[in-house]
């Protein structure tokens, strides 16, 4: 902890606060769905209780029930009910999913490739203020968009953006902290998401109902936008790149291509790898199933229940805490266990999340937020337990190629996979069956496959203590 002096303190909250616009801004459009799908008019329409329609009649209780109205003319024969945009529907999804995650890896890749090659020219500090001006400037122009198409672009350029955040924050980060510091940094840095995805309730709910100046849900993209435009500056004009040239490294690397991409395979193309990745593709989807889906589905069941605040303490309290948790419970494991009980930690945690996530589903509030609050505690554990083992099974000279690598496949799955929601919901004529399914369904499933992906470290583990042995 000795080497976290002001200056890299001022840093690391610069790039943390950025972080948390970026997925403020991210998130944004999971919370405003309605509202904004109503104005630009997409998606799905579903039949709706008119608040303002008064009855002075006792056979209130036993009166039609909207939500049950499949068409437009049986809605709109009831007078208490009206016909209007849910913020559901395949549009949604691709909004919500395909036109960010696409845009957002092939960017994270090409930028990861970019910095590397510009080593000596490219300043990250510079990149990282370009892309939140970008992400900023988008969510800004969001709150202005009168039309799907431009809606769909603008979320393009907050990806675009966001996507400079991680790779970029992670290597500076490496370069300030020394190893005894660095997963603290690392950590605080992460709380990205959690604050990000809390505040997009917070902004989403209480500032669009707060109907400032008369924007309704075009308020809080503008609001959103404004702290990341001055990060964008202070990022630009007070901090710099740290970057220390090492020569040595990158004339090793360009020396020998042929030999560094037979590295690159054996390295990610191992067993543990392949299997890992394939757990990560269902696991990274269950979680953005419910991130994609999580007000839409308390809107539609229990409309009248106010989720803001409930939501921002389970992701802000319960992902921050599971997040040092995974890591700080497998580094005491792997001390008497070896490598594999890392694996076996998130195999366990992610089993535990399931029943959570059922219960999140089945009970009404708040009770669904009392489990949806423990269900973070173990479910967020996993992304620092899984990136800890990667970084330890492959060759150090191939580990930030392999991260990316994986990176990219896993959200090019799992960030597209969540529009099976739509027609799931279609098929079963319910929307709690299509996420029970795709939620804590692939979260089960993701458990057995990395409690799967130990079994060869296991094994390798095994001949290199009798391999000890045997020499000793």
Same mark, same amino acid.
């Given at each position: ?255 020998? /291509? ?5 590295? *690159? ?5 191992? !067993? =543990?790898? @392949?299997? &890992? $990745?394939? +757990? ?45 948790? /995974? ?5 005491? *494991? ?5 490598? !594999? =009980?890392? @694996?076996? &930690? $998130?195999? +366990? ?62 959200? @090019? ?60």
């Amino acid at each position: 902890m000795g080497d976290m002096t002001v200056s890299k303190l001022y840093f690391l909250s610069l790039m943390t606060l950025s972080y948390i616009v970026g997925e403020l801004t991210h998130f944004l459009i999971n919370t405003t769905s309605r509202e904004v799908a109503r104005e630009v008019e997409f998606g799905e329409k579903s039949c709706f209780v008119n608040g303002s329609f008064v009855s002075d009649e006792e056979e209130d209780k036993e009166r039609f029930d909207c939500s049950e109205s499949k068409n437009e003319t049986q809605c709109g024969s009831e007078k208490h009910c009206y016909w209007e945009y849910s913020g559901l529907g395949i549009q949604y999804q691709v909004l919500a999913g395909p036109s960010f995650i696409l845009v957002f890896i092939f960017s994270a890749v090409f930028l990861a490739i970019l910095s590397d090659w510009l080593y000596d020219k490219l300043s990250r500090t510079l990149m990282l203020s370009v892309g939140t001006a970008t992400f900023s400037t988008a969510c800004l122009l969001m709150g202005l968009a009168g039309q799907y198409w431009q809606l769909v672009i603008l979320r393009m350029m907050i990806a675009a953006g966001l996507s400079v955040c991680r790779p970029v924050s992670g290597g500076l980060i490496a370069e300030l902290f020394s190893a005894s510091s660095r997963g603290v940094a690392n950590g605080i840095f992460s709380w990205g998401v959690y604050y990000g995805y809390g505040l997009a309730f917070v902004f989403g709910i209480y500032i669009t109902r707060a109907d400032v100046l008369g924007y309704g849900w075009r308020a809080p993209y503008v609001l959103a936008a404004l702290p990341g435009l001055v990060l964008a500056v202070l990022l630009a004009t007070t901090v710099k790149d740290p970057r220390q040239k090492d020569t040595e490294a990158t004339a090793k690397a360009s020396s020998d /291509g042929r030999a560094y991409f037979r590295t *690159l395979a054996r390295s990610f193309l191992s !067993p =543990s790898m @392949l299997i &890992l $990745l394939l +757990a990560a593709f269902f696991r990274h989807t269950a979680g953005y199933c419910w991130a994609y889906n999580t007000r839409l589905f308390f809107q539609t069941y229990y409309p009248d229940f106010d989720i803001g605040l409930w939501t921002f303490s389970a992701s802000v309290f319960g992902g921050s805490f599971g997040v040092f948790a /995974g890591g700080f419970f497998s580094d005491r *494991l792997v001390q008497v266990l070896g490598l !594999p =009980s890392r @694996l076996w &930690l $998130l195999s +366990a945690c992610t089993l535990l999340a399931a029943p959570l996530a059922v219960g999140t589903l089945y009970f009404p509030p708040p009770g669904a937020f009392g489990c949806l609050i423990v269900y973070y505690f173990f479910a967020e554990t996993w992304f620092a337990v899984l990136f800890t083992v990667i970084v330890e099974i492959v060759d150090p000279e191939v580990r930030s190629t392999c991260i990316a690598i994986f990176l990219f496949l896993m959200n @090019l799955v799992g960030g597209n996979l969540p529009v099976i929601v739509a027609p799931l919901r279609s098929y079963f004529n319910d929307y709690r069956s299509a996420l029970y399914l795709v939620w804590p369904g692939f979260l089960t499933i993701s458990a057995f496959i990395f409690l799967l992906s130990s079994l060869p470290l296991w094994i390798r583990e095994k001949k290199i203590n009798k391999q000890y042995s045997v020499n000793k």
